[in-house]
C-alpha cells in the first residue's frame, strides 16, 4: 500500500520533443492518497494510459518524477515496483489453471507453497472463483478472466496499487454493473489504492470517491463526483460530466448582471465582482438541469425559443435559443414545456463564470 | 425466397469437373491402371491383379526408404522447428532491421530448388567449396558425400535446414508479432522471468502458426525430392534414397511401370494417412485456442 506523487511529470514519445502539441502529458503534478478510490477520466488520446503506464512503470517519463510513500521509484520497472494492472483485455497464462494463474506472481517471488496456497485460496473466495481453481482459465468467460487479472494483483498482499485500464470494455452490460458493485466492495476490504482509467462518466462517478479529469494531458481537475457536477474548474468538465453537457455562452459582466446580446441574467454578488476583475474571454455557464423553463415573464428572466423536445421517459430535454446561442435544459416529465416562447431563468447560486474556459472562483 | 430445383446448375460446376478430371483423377486412373498390368512391351500387357503391391510391399528396399523417410523428416523437424523459434526470437521488433532480416531470411526459400542441390555440391567440395575446404584444413578430413554415407546425410541435413529453417522462423516471427503488448506487460508486472514469459505466453500464442510450421516441415520433407536427387542421386549406395528418389528410379530410369504404379498408390496412402492425423490434430489446435 503507498501513497504515490507525481512531480512534474511530462511525457512525449517523440525521442526529442520540441513542440507542447508533441507532448502526450504536458504537466502532471498531483498525489495519489492511500487506500483511496480513484478514476481517471478523459475522452480517448487525451493520455489516460499513459499516465497509468507512467505511475505502473511500463514507460520512464520524459520529465518528472514518480514517489512512492516518499521513495523515487521513476528509474524502477515494474516488477520492483509492487504494482498491479488489469488491462483493457484480459490477460491470461491460457495453458494454466485459475488457481496456477493466480499463484503466478507470487511464484515468480519465490513464496513458499504452503503461503501461496493460502493466499490464493483467500482471493478466490473473495473473487468468487474458488469454484474453477482447478479449471483451465481459457475457458472462463470474459468476465471470469478479467477477474484472474483482478486476482493476480490481489495475491500480492504488500501490493502498493492497483490500476485498472479501461477493465469494462468486453464485459457484457449486466456483469459489467456487477464486476464495478465487486469493485467497490473489494476496495472497502482490502483499502487497497484503486486508480481505475475510463472514458465512460458512469463508471468513473460511481466507482470512485475522488475523480481526475484529463483533458488534451493534463488533469484539468480533481474532485468528488459532486465536486465536478457543481463545480467544474474547467469548461471541459462541464461539458465532458453530465449528459447532456453544461450550457456555455459568451457575456460579459456589467454590474451585478451578465449580458448576453441583449438579454441579462442576475448573478449573485459575489461571481459578479470577481467577473467584473477577470482577464480574458468571459463565458457564462450552467447545468441542464439548472436551467429553469417557464411560460410566464417574471422579472430577471431571459427570452427564449423553444426549439425543440426530447423525451427520455423519465425526464425531457428541451433545446433552446437564447440570442442565437443554443441551450439545453432538462424538464421533469410532468412539467408542461410552453410551445415556442420560453422565459428562462438562472438561478444565480447555480450559475457559473468563466474565463478562458477556467470557472473563476 | 423459395427454393425450386434448377438442374442448370450443374452446368456451372462442369468446368470444375473437367478441371479435376484432368488434373487429378484421370492421372490416378491411369496409374491404377498401370499398377494391375504387366507392361510386356507396347500395346502388350497382362492383367496381374494385386501381384505388384504385394512385391512392392515386400520390397526391403522400399522398407529402407521409407524408413530413411521418417528419420528424414524427424530430424527435420527436431532441428527446424527449435532452431526457427530461436531465429524468429532474436529478429528486431521494429526500426528498419525489421525488413532487413526479413529479407535475409527469406532468401533461401526463393531458389530454385534444384539450384540449391547444385549449390551445395560445391560448397562442400573440399578443393574448391567454402565448406569442404575449411572442414578439410581444420579436421583434416575429407569431406565428401560422394563417397561417405554420413557426410551424404550431413550435407543433405545442412541444406535442407539452410533451406527450410527460414519458413519456420518467418511463420514463429508472424506468430510472435501478433501477441498484444498487454502480455509482456503483463509478464512484467507478474515478476516473469525471460523463460516464462516465453513458456507461459511467447510458446502457447504460437501455439497456431507451429502446428502449420510442423505441418508444412513434415509433409514437404517427407515429398522432397529435388535437392537430394541433385546433390547425392540417392547415394552413395542408398544411403540417401528417400522414397521419391526410389520411386522415380522404378518408375522412370528402370520403365518399371507397373511395380511403379504400384508404389506410388502406397506413397500416396501413406501421405494421405499423414495428413488426415495432421489435419485432424490441426482441428483439435483451433478448438484449443477457442475454448
Not at chain 1, 525521442?15 to 507532448?23: M, T
Request: hydrophobic share 45%; charged share 20%; with cysteine.
Amino acid at each position: 500500500m503507498a501513497r504515490i506523487e507525481l512531480n512534474e511529470i511530462a511525457h512525449s514519445y517523440h525521442r526529442k520533443p520540441k513542440r507542447p502539441a508533441e507532448y502526450a502529458l504536458k504537466r502532471i503534478h498531483n498525489v495519489w492518497k492511500d487506500g483511496g478510490a480513484y478514476a481517471l477520466l478523459g475522452p480517448s488520446g487525451c493520455g489516460k494510459t499513459t499516465l497509468l503506464n507512467i505511475i505502473s512503470g511500463l514507460l520512464t517519463p520524459t520529465r518528472g518524477r514518480v514517489l512512492y510513500n516518499g521513495k523515487d521509484v521513476t528509474a524502477l520497472p515494474p516488477e520492483k515496483r509492487n504494482i498491479a494492472q488489469v488491462f483493457q483485455f484480459p490477460v491470461l497464462y491460457d495453458t494454466m489453471s485459475v488457481f496456477n494463474n493466480l499463484a503466478f506472481p507470487l511464484r515468480n517471488r519465490g513464496l513458499s507453497e504452503v503461503k501461496i496456497k493460502e493466499r490464493v485460496l483467500e482471493v478466490a473466495e473473495i473473487l468468487d472463483l474458488t469454484p474453477f481453481l482447478n479449471k483451465r482459465a481459457a475457458g472462463l468467460a470474459a468476465d471470469g478472466k478479467q477477474k484472474i487479472s483482478l486476482g493476480r494483483g490481489l495475491v500480492r498482499s504488500d501490493v502498493a496499487a492497483i490500476l485498472f485500464d479501461e477493465p469494462l470494455t468486453v464485459i457484457d452490460p449486466q456483469m459489467k454493473w456487477e464486476l464495478r458493485r465487486k469493485l467497490k466492495v473489494i476496495h472497502e476490504q482490502l483499502k487497497l489504492t484503486f486508480i481505475y482509467v475510463t472514458h465512460d462518466q458512469t463508471e468513473a462517478l460511481t466507482f470512485a470517491d475522488q475523480v481526475a479529469v484529463m483533458f488534451e494531458g493534463e488533469i484539468v481537475q480533481i474532485g468528488s463526483p459532486q465536486d465536478l457536477f457543481e463545480n467544474p474548474e474547467h469548461r471541459f468538465v462541464g461539458y465532458f460530466i453530465g449528459s447532456p453537457g453544461m450550457n456555455f455562452l459568451d457575456c460579459t459582466v456589467e454590474g451585478n448582471t451578465a449580458r448576453i446580446d441583449g438579454a441579462s441574467i442576475v448573478l449573485d454578488e459575489e461571481t459578479a465582482a470577481k467577473g467584473r476583475k477577470a482577464q480574458g474571454k468571459l463565458e457564462l455557464g450552467i447545468r441542464p438541469m439548472y436551467l429553469e423553463v417557464h411560460a410566464e415573464f417574471v422579472d430577471g428572466m431571459a427570452r427564449a425559443k423553444v426549439k425543440g423536445v426530447e423525451d427520455l421517459g423519465s425526464y425531457k430535454i428541451v433545446t433552446l435559443t437564447l440570442a442565437g446561442k443554443t441551450l439545453k435544459a432538462t424538464l421533469p416529465d410532468d412539467k408542461p414545456i410552453p410551445e415556442d416562447e420560453a422565459w428562462l431563468f438562472f438561478p444565480p447560486q447555480w450559475t457559473r463564470l468563466f474565463a478562458d474556459g477556467w470557472m473563476i472562483k | 425466397m423459395e427454393k425450386w430445383p434448377n438442374n442448370k446448375a450443374w452446368l456451372l460446376v462442369l468446368p470444375v469437373f473437367v478441371i479435376v478430371a484432368f488434373s487429378a483423377i484421370i492421372p490416378l486412373l491411369t496409374v491404377i491402371n498401370y499398377s494391375v498390368q504387366d507392361i510386356l512391351a507396347p500395346g502388350q500387357s497382362v492383367f496381374v491383379g494385386t501381384e505388384w503391391f504385394k512385391e512392392m510391399l515386400h520390397d526391403y528396399r522400399l522398407h529402407d526408404a521409407l524408413w530413411r523417410q521418417f528419420l528424414f523428416s524427424g530430424l527435420v523437424l527436431v532441428i527446424e522447428m527449435p532452431l526457427g523459434i530461436l531465429i524468429a526470437l532474436a529478429m528486431p521488433k521494429r526500426g528498419w532491421g525489421v525488413a532487413a532480416s526479413l529479407v535475409t531470411i527469406a532468401l533461401p526459400l526463393l531458389i530454385p530448388w534444384n539450384v540449391i542441390g547444385t549449390i551445395w555440391i560445391i560448397f562442400t567440395r573440399p578443393d574448391i567449396g567454402l565448406f569442404g575446404y575449411y572442414i578439410h584444413k581444420i579436421t583434416g578430413i575429407v569431406f565428401d558425400h560422394t563417397a561417405r554415407p554420413l557426410d551424404a546425410w550431413i550435407t543433405v541435413m545442412l541444406m535442407e535446414v539452410w533451406h527450410w529453417t527460414p519458413l519456420v522462423a518467418l511463420l514463429s516471427y508472424a506468430g510472435l508479432r501478433a501477441i498484444p503488448e498487454a502480455y509482456y506487460q503483463a509478464a512484467k508486472i507478474d515478476g516473469a522471468s525471460d523463460w516464462s514469459t516465453f513458456w507461459y505466453i511467447q510458446l502457447p500464442k504460437m501455439r497456431g502458426v507451429l502446428t502449420i510450421a510442423v505441418l508444412l516441415r513434415f509433409m514437404d520433407s517427407f515429398l522432397i525430392y529435388a535437392e537430394p536427387f541433385v546433390l547425392t542421386g540417392g547415394g552413395p549406395g542408398n544411403s540417401t534414397t528417400f522414397l521419391s528418389i526410389y520411386l522415380v528410379k522404378i518408375a522412370l530410369l528402370q520403365f518399371d511401370l507397373g511395380p511403379g504404379g504400384a508404389f506410388s498408390l502406397i506413397y500416396f496412402v501413406i501421405v494421405l494417412l499423414l495428413s488426415f492425423v495432421f489435419y485432424q490434430a490441426l482441428l483439435r489446435v483451433g478448438k484449443g485456442e477457442k475454448g
